[in-house]
């Protein structure tokens, strides 16, 4: 009989996030375990949803640095252009822009360089994003919840409205993706060197 | 005296002492899940193991897969002297802070004559 897997892609997911030195004994951690007790306790379906929260962890302990940094810059940013707003918002977007940028490199950067693999870069990339995202949805919420009064929906309007608030931190994902993918070279280069 | 371990960071070095030669990423897992009586995290664990060593607390080697692992190498860890040194040192503040007290605590008058210093 052919022993149970988990999901391919999540293996190969979890080795991207994981430094060479721990990546074929750490899987086969999360394989044994799969194979010994999760699965025959509790069937497929939920093995799988066990070992994908397990790479979920792995992801988030990688990156959550990186994800708070970009969510905690956006969520300032936006809290300035919802209850200090400027008459040109042009420094705002320009200091906000590039240090969005930044950061996704470095979270790249860092992960390109731990694991060696470029692919890692990326994943550091589309984590932060994706966690970030969560993060700032959150963090956009309680600053609308803790003052909603006429100036504040003003300036919200002024500022590019609620709809780009909560669909940006989602559309950073591509060049997140990017940037972590740059992030991920330089640091498999410097791996290298 | 080095630093204070966390509450995590003595169940993962503990497991370990209690494991012995068996010590490696799985059992020490499953062994921390069992004391703390929770799920706990395979990167959690992973995370902490990797600190500990780069402290100096742990040493590892590796050993041979088998196959219900897919043949994947297993790492192995032990506590060094280090280790043992930083285990004994936070049972010691645990009990100096606890001197005196009968436990578990229900109130003050549970304090008894050698729970002051000095």
């Known amino acids: 009989m052919n022993e149970p897997k988990p999901p391919r892609w999540a293996e ?23 194979r010994e007790n999760i699965h025959p306790q509790r069937g497929q379906r939920e093995a799988d949803r066990w070992y994908l929260s397990q790479v979920a962890g792995f992801a988030f302990r990688g990156n959550w640095l990186w994800a708070a940094l970009l969510s905690g810059s956006f969520i300032t940013r936006t809290a ?3 209850f200090v707003p400027p008459s040109d918002f042009y420094m705002r977007s320009f200091v906000s822009t590039w240090l ?8 790249g950067f860092w992960a390109g ?7 890692s870069g990326v994943l550091a990339g589309i984590a932060t994003t994706l966690f970030s995202a969560v993060i700032c949805a959150v963090g956009t919420g309680c600053l609308l919840a803790i003052r909603h009064d006429a100036p504040t929906l003003a300036a919200i309007q002024g500022s590019g409205g609620l709809a780009e608030v909560f669909t940006l931190p989602v559309m950073l ?3 997140g993706t990017l ?9 498999r280069i410097a791996r290298r060197s | ?16 002492v209690r494991l012995d030669d068996e010590a490696y990423g799985r059992a020490i897992l499953k062994e921390v899940q069992a004391r703390l009586q929770r799920e706990v995290a395979a990167g959690a664990v992973h995370a902490t193991l990797g600190r500990l060593e780069q402290k100096g607390l742990l040493v590892s080697r590796l050993g041979p897969g088998t196959e219900v692992r897919a043949g994947r190498p297993r790492r192995f860890y ?8 930083a285990l004994n040192d936070a049972r010691a503040a645990a009990n100096n802070l606890w001197r005196g007290f009968r436990w578990p605590l229900k109130g003050s008058y549970e304090r008894t004559e050698a729970s002051t210093l000095g």
Request: hydrophobic share 50%.
């Open chain 1, 80 to 82: 300035l252009d919802w």
């Open chain 1, 179 to 187: 940037l972590g993918a740059v992030g991920g070279l330089i640091g």
């Open chain 2, 1 to 16: 005296m080095a630093d204070i371990l966390g509450t995590f960071e003595q169940a993962v070095l503990l497991a370990v």
């Open chain 1, 173 to 175: 994902v591509l060049p």
């Open chain 1, 113 to 119: 360089r731990q694991s060696g693999l470029l692919r």
């Open chain 2, 78 to 85: 032990t506590v060094s002297a280090s280790g043992r040194r």
């Open chain 1, 12 to 34: 190969t997911f979890l080795r991207f996030l994981l430094s060479p030195r721990d990546r074929l004994t750490v899987t086969g951690d999360l394989l044994e375990e799969y």
């Open chain 1, 100 to 107: 969005a940028v930044a950061i996704l490199l470095c979270a």
